[in-house]
Structure formats: C-alpha cells, structure tokens
Nanobody, 125 residues
C-alpha cells in the first residue's frame, strides 16, 4: 500500500502562484509514475501532469503547459506541482496519484494505483 497526502492548496487571485506537494509513505518503491489530476464541480477528473521516477520525463496537459511544472524529490518521496499564472478555470480539487510502472497512457486516471484525498485550489478573477 502507498499512502498519498496532498497539501498546498488554497485561494489565490488570477495570475498568482501556488505550489502543491504530495508526500508518499508506505511501499513507496511502487511509485514509478507520479501524476497530478484535477476535478472541477460537475466535470470529470482530468490529467494535469505526470513524471517518471527520474524526473527526466515529464508530461503535461495542453491547458497547463508552460504554466505548471511537476517535479519530484525521491529522497523525500514527494512530488510537487508548481502552478504559475493561475486562471479561474484552474479552480478544482487537485489529486496526486501514483503507479507502479510506466504506461504510455499516463493521462488516464484508471491507470493509477493509489490516490491522495485531494486539495482544493480556488482561483478568483
């Protein structure tokens, strides 16, 4: 089992920045692929970003490319999501997730093994 705990969400004005953290505990060697997803009210959960173990390979949704950066500190079993130039449409509950092995379908929620409880991000206009 892997336990994931997100933090860093909050209320920010449009154009502002937030950094989300996701700390993993338990069988963390099962965390090859780490991802961030988000879900706005009335919408499906959508992919935001993902990173492989080394951090060399990162992937982003088109909607956040150039504004968000995913990074990971494996010594701390933590993955981060730096969010800059936030927009009201970024408002959602943000979830981190992890998967034991690589998949080319890293943007599909059902391909992840473990999930955090989510952290709310609200961007005001």
């Amino acid at each position: 089992q892997v336990q994931l705990v997100e933090s860093g969400g909050g209320l920010v004005q449009a154009g502002g920045s937030l950094r989300l953290s996701c700390a993993a505990s338990g069988r963390t060697f099962s965390s090859y692929l780490r991802g961030w997803f988000r879900q706005a009210p009335g919408k499906e959960r959508e992919f935001v970003a993902a990173s492989t173990w080394s951090g060399v390979n990162t992937y982003y949704a088109d909607s956040v490319k150039g504004r968000f950066t995913i990074s990971r500190d494996n010594a701390k079993n933590t993955v981060y999501l730096q969010m800059n130039s936030l927009k009201p449409e970024d408002t959602a509950v943000y979830y981190c997730a992890t998967r034991r092995a690589y998949t080319s379908n890293y943007d599909q929620p059902n391909n992840y093994d473990y999930w955090g409880q989510g952290t709310q991000v609200t961007v005001s206009s």
